[in-house]
DNA sequence: CGCTTTTGACCTGCGC
DNA sequence: GCGCAGGTCAAAAGCG
């Protein structure tokens, strides 16, 4: 259960983990069939507000960073990158890798990559590694593969475009045979949690988790930003105001009959 | 011989 | 228009 607070709002957590569409609260499974679908109705109602809060914090967030004077540029690992990501097919995995071992960029995902270019950038004495597919001619799949500049054990995989093909090998999982001083997909994980997964943009439930580490890493981002604080009391301050005032529209409407009757 | 990597040069976009 | 920084190109070298 990831839970967060969000900037100065500290009554508000919304829960990225869970989802209430697919958590029954197991006390209620001895319930009969009605209150099981009331149960199922709260929840969708619930899940409705969180993507209508979602929605306005994405839009706000976007808003924010048309503000900004530069191009994002990668002086955070999480930020700056965050608008590309929404706004374009690009993703971005970091690899635990053991830096005594791993002194190559490389990041095995199941693809075939050739390497093209190598750059040192401003903020990042290490260097960056633009990657292109190598498997199918036309690929317009790219990646960019750079060490962590907090952490070097990490490393930070870019990912633009959708690879129009099958991946060109099976991914190997270190518990099950991987080669010692590759590093493999089946160590890619969010920053923060320790799950462990392989990597297929095109398998929905891998884009699902992607879409929610993209969520949490904006939260994350956004919690630091006082400006988007502001923003987001605002539109969760109207989307309470609207809530209130429907409800009492309905109160009136029903007391209205009620004089009329 | 064909493929990959390296690396300096060049191109492009953005802010000033 | 200029300078800066990121991204890409392409020739040379390395490797199996």
Redesign the pocket.
């Known amino acids: 259960m990831d839970s967060r607070h969000l900037g100065g709002l500290s009554n508000l957590t919304i829960d990225l983990n869970t989802n209430p569409m697919h958590v029954i609260n197991p006390s209620h499974q001895t319930q009969g069939d009605d209150e099981m679908m009331e149960e199922l109705n709260r929840m969708k109602s619930e899940n409705k507000k969180l993507n209508d809060i979602l929605t306005i914090l994405t839009r706000n967030y976007n808003d924010l960073m048309k503000t900004?004077?530069?191009?994002a540029?990668?002086?955070h690992e999480t930020s700056a990158a965050l608008p590309d990501m929404i706004k374009s097919n690009v993703s971005r995995v970091y690899v635990r890798i053991d830096p005594s071992h791993d002194t190559?960029?490389?990041v095995k995902d199941g693809y075939?990559?050739?390497?093209?270019?190598?750059?040192?950038?401003?903020?990042?004495p290490s260097?960056?590694?633009?990657?292109?597919c190598?498997?199918a001619p036309a690929c317009p799949a790219?990646k960019?593969v750079q060490r962590s500049l907090n952490d070097p054990s990490l490393l930070v995989a870019?990912y633009?475009g959708h690879h129009h093909h099958r991946p060109s090998q099976a991914t190997v999982s270190p518990a099950t045979g991987g080669v010692a001083g590759t590093t493999t997909a089946a160590s890619i994980s969010g920053e923060c949690s320790g799950s462990t997964e392989s990597l297929d943009f095109s398998d929905p439930l891998t884009c699902r988790q992607i879409q929610q580490f993209l969520v949490e890493k904006m939260a994350s981002s956004l919690t630091r930003n006082p400006a988007f604080t502001a923003a987001l009391a605002a539109a969760i301050t109207g989307r309470l105001l609207d809530e209130v005032i429907s409800e009492q529209n309905q109160d009136l409407v029903s007391n209205s009959r009620g004089f009329s009757a």
């Open positions: 900004r004077k530069r191009k540029v990668d002086t190559n960029l490389v075939q990559w050739r390497k093209y270019g190598q750059k040192v950038t401003r903020d990042n260097p960056r590694a633009y990657y292109k190598s498997f790219k960019k870019t633009e």
